[in-house]
Each structure stands twice: as C-alpha cells, then as structure tokens.
C-alpha cells in the first residue's frame, strides 16, 4: 500500500470469497461507466470475475445488482445475538429494560429492506466479528435509547444505523479494515473512508429513512470536535450519532481492556466516566445507567500479576505527573502563542484533561503510598480496586498521547521560528515514550 493514494474497492473480492458457500448471482446486467456489459444477468460472481469488476467504474454501485441464495433473516439473527449476550453477562441488562420482544421486532425491520439483509449477510460471513460486534452494539444502544426514552422513529433509526455504520469496512483493504489499533497515516486515511462509504449505502436503500445516513457520517465524530471526518462538536451531532459514538466507546472498551487484556468487566464504568469529554452528558448518563445493569461474574484475580503489576503503576504515575507538570510549564511560557484561533479547541482539550485529573485524584501522593502499602502487605481485598486504578492510569496516558498527538499538526503555523519549544515539547515527547 506504500505510496498508493488510491483506495481499491475491495467489494468484489468479498463476493466472490461469499460465492464459495452461498451462491452470489449478478440480479442484473452490471455494467461500467460507458455502459458496456461486464457481468451478464445470473452470472456467478467468481474471483475471475471479481478481478474483472474490479478495473472498472460501475454505472450502478454493485450491491445493488447481486442476489445472494441465502440472506440471514431475523431469527438468524436474533438467534446468533441472545446466545453472545448470554455469554457476556447482558442477559440481566435485556430483562431490565424487557428489551427481547422489541430487539426481535427491530431485527424483523431490519431485514425488511432487502438491500439491508444482503449487506449485512456478507458482513457476517466475511467480518464475523465485526458483524456480531454491531449486533451487540444495536441492543446497547437500544437499551439507552429506552433508558432516554426516545421516539420510536428515533430508535429504529439508531438500532439500524448502528448494524450499517461498519459495512464500508467490505469496501476497503481487508488488512485495515480487521486492524485494532497502531494505524500509520495512511492507513488511517483509508480506515476513516468507511464512514462515507457506509452512508453512501445507506442513502442508496430504497424508503430508508436519511437520518439513518446521518447518524452513520457522525458516529465517529466528537463532542470535543477531534473526530471525523467533518470535526463537529457537541450539539452539532445529531441524537443518533451521539448514542452509537458512546456504544462505539464501549464497545472499543471492552475489545482492549476486558477482552485482550483480561481485565474485568467493572473497569469499563470508570473508564467512561473518565472519556466523558467525548460525548455529551445526557448520553454519558444513560450509558452508565445502562452498564449498571449488567451482571458479570467477577474473575478471580492473580495475585503475582497485580504484584508486578503495582510498580509499573507507581512509574507511569511518575512520569504522567512530570508530563502534566511540563505542559503545564510551557502553556505559561508560550501564553501569547498559545492565544492563536488555530490552538482554541486544542487548548479545552487540554484543560478538560486538566479537570479530570484535578477531580479525579488519579496521580495525587494518596494514590502512591495505597498502591505502596496494597504491595507491601498484600491486600487481597484491594485487588480489584488495583484493577480499575491500571486501567483508568492508562486511559489517562492515552489522553495525553491523544493530546499531544492532535496538537502536533499546529505546531508549524503557531511556533514554526521557535527553538525552544521545540526543545520543550521535545522534552515532553520523551516522557511518554
């Protein structure tokens, strides 16, 4: 992909990898831009013929112009979801908000758009994880649509944006799209082009309403204005975005903290309340109410991890404090610079970062010597605790990385003749390294 500025669509490829178990015919004679035939009406859609497509611009977007022999319907659908949910704990969560008959009853509307059903049958056998990583997300978003009580437009709306604000991962690079983290630029640039390509969808769906296409071009912005790709802020997004950002939140959540790195399910609660920034706060409420609701059983904690564990904790809380400490030097000495309209939203940023760690004690001299003394006298009771204190210190160095990192691109128009702040901020790279 080095050098390559041109995204491939990489549809095709997938139909043809679908066509080995579940037969994908051409509905229609597909043809390119200058109207000549490429694939022939009832024409399998073969690796061969996927090569073909994919030299050509097509008059018509191809999901348009293919049948599948087996679409997931409802039940399929519902069947696959309640067995996960009971496998994560959100079995409590469902009978709380009595949510069964309405997730199948949301499930039957989605799979009443023809188009809807085909897409998301592909998602689900190319993307497995990430299709039933959607479904998941649906229910939880259903759960704080109730939990908001809002409209039920609204709701159906959220639930099926939330199932298709994915599927333009089919159309890009396979490698990026399946990718957790750790993106170069350019790869980056590549995994934010499914937001368009899943509105693009979206809008394409016969009846569907065009909210569901709005929702999904912002469920990646942030009300902090650092998300993509138009960085709007606040109550510039739209209800609907706002609820399936939060459950992307958490979503991403449970991925890193609970599932890749064992921790357990309670961490998630504190992490949010310290992501607040991201969203608005009527939508941070409800989700917290939400998690509240489920029931996970607590794992049981490895004592020589947690003890190798705390002093890697007492570093980090080191070296965070002389970060804070060090951008806290430089905001004072480069006040006049840092006044320039290119810096305002980066600046909040800053001091909301500021705020949490004020209110939130996580660094203070209290949180040294507990941690010190759970070591030296091996305060099982204090474990779990530990757990959550790990996760939320590096929450917060994600923060300051995040910081940093979106503060880079405005150096060159704001301090591009000065020496020493290079030096300085320099300096302050290092201590995240």
């Known amino acids: 992909m080095a050098g390559n500025e041109v995204q491939l669509d990489y549809f095709a490829e997938h139909l043809a990898q679908v066509n080995k178990n579940n037969q994908v015919l051409a509905s229609d004679n597909i043809c390119n831009q200058q109207g000549a035939i490429i694939v022939t009406k009832g024409q399998?859609?073969?690796?061969?013929?996927?090569?073909?497509?994919?030299?050509?611009?097509?008059?018509?977007?191809?999901?348009?112009?293919?049948?599948?022999?087996?679409?997931r319907n409802s039940k399929q659908m519902c069947d696959a979801l309640i067995g996960r949910l009971n496998e994560i704990g959100f079995a409590p969560m469902i009978k709380k908000f009595d949510l069964f008959k309405e997730i199948i009853y949301q499930l039957n509307n989605v799979c009443s758009y023809p188009m809807v059903g085909l897409k998301l049958t592909i998602l689900?056998?190319?993307?497995?994880?990430?299709?039933?990583?959607?479904?998941?997300?649906?229910?939880?978003?259903?759960?704080?649509?109730?939990?908001l009580k809002l409209k039920d437009e609204v709701v159906h709306t959220i639930f099926i944006a939330t199932l298709l604000s994915e599927t333009g991962l089919l159309h890009i690079d396979p490698a990026i799209a399946q990718k957790d983290g750790d993106f170069s630029p350019e790869e980056w640039r590549f995994y934010q082009g499914h937001v368009a390509i899943s509105k693009s969808?979206?809008?394409?769906?016969?009846?569907?309403?065009?909210?569901?296409?709005?929702?999904?071009?912002?469920?990646?912005?942030?009300?902090?204005?650092?998300?993509?790709?138009?960085?709007?802020?606040?109550?510039?997004?739209?209800?609907?975005s706002r609820i399936i950002a939060k459950v992307g939140t958490i979503s991403a959540i449970y991925r890193k903290r609970v599932l890749a790195e064992g921790y357990s399910f309670s961490v998630i609660i504190p992490i949010l309340q310290l992501n607040s920034s991201q969203n608005t706060q009527d939508v941070n409420n409800a989700a917290l109410r939400v998690l509240s609701n489920?029931?996970?059983?607590?794992?049981?904690?490895?004592?020589?991890?947690?003890?190798?564990?705390?002093?890697?904790?007492?570093s980090l809380a080191q070296r965070l404090n002389k970060w804070l400490s060090?951008?806290?030097?430089?905001?004072?000495?480069?006040?006049?610079?840092?006044?320039?309209?290119?810096?305002?939203m980066h600046i909040a940023q800053y001091e909301k970062l500021n705020s949490i760690l004020n209110s939130s004690g996580l660094l203070s001299p209290h949180q040294v010597d507990w941690l010190e003394g759970i070591a030296k006298n091996k305060t099982k009771k204090d474990y779990h605790v530990v757990?959550?204190?790990?996760?939320?210190?590096?929450?917060?160095?994600?923060?300051?990385?995040?910081?940093?990192?979106?503060?880079?691109?405005?150096?060159?128009?704001?301090?591009?003749?000065?020496?020493?702040?290079?030096?300085?901020?320099?300096?302050?790279?290092?201590?995240?390294?």
């Open 387 to 433: 757990e959550q204190y790990a996760v939320m210190l590096y929450e917060l160095e994600y923060h300051c990385l995040r910081v940093k990192r979106n503060f880079e691109p405005v150096i060159p128009i704001v301090f591009s003749n000065s020496v020493k702040f290079k030096e300085m901020n320099e300096e302050l790279h290092q201590l995240l390294l």
């Open 44 to 71: 399998e859609i073969t690796p061969q013929v996927a090569r073909q497509l994919a030299l050509h611009k097509l008059i018509s977007p191809l999901h348009s112009s293919i049948n599948l022999k087996q679409v």
């Open 124 to 147: 689900a056998e190319r993307f497995p994880s990430i299709f039933n990583r959607e479904l998941i997300s649906a229910v939880i978003a259903l759960a704080i649509c109730r939990e």
């Open 201 to 240: 969808f979206a809008d394409h769906v016969p009846n569907l309403s065009p909210r569901v296409g709005l929702a999904i071009i912002e469920h990646h912005e942030r009300s902090d204005g650092f998300g993509y790709p138009f960085q709007k802020s606040g109550d510039q997004l739209c209800i609907e």
């Open 294 to 314: 489920v029931t996970v059983p607590v794992k049981e904690i490895d004592e020589a991890r947690i003890l190798k564990l705390i002093p890697k904790l007492l």
């Open 326 to 344: 060090h951008a806290r030097v430089i905001a004072k000495e480069f006040k006049t610079e840092l006044q320039h309209p290119s810096v305002t």
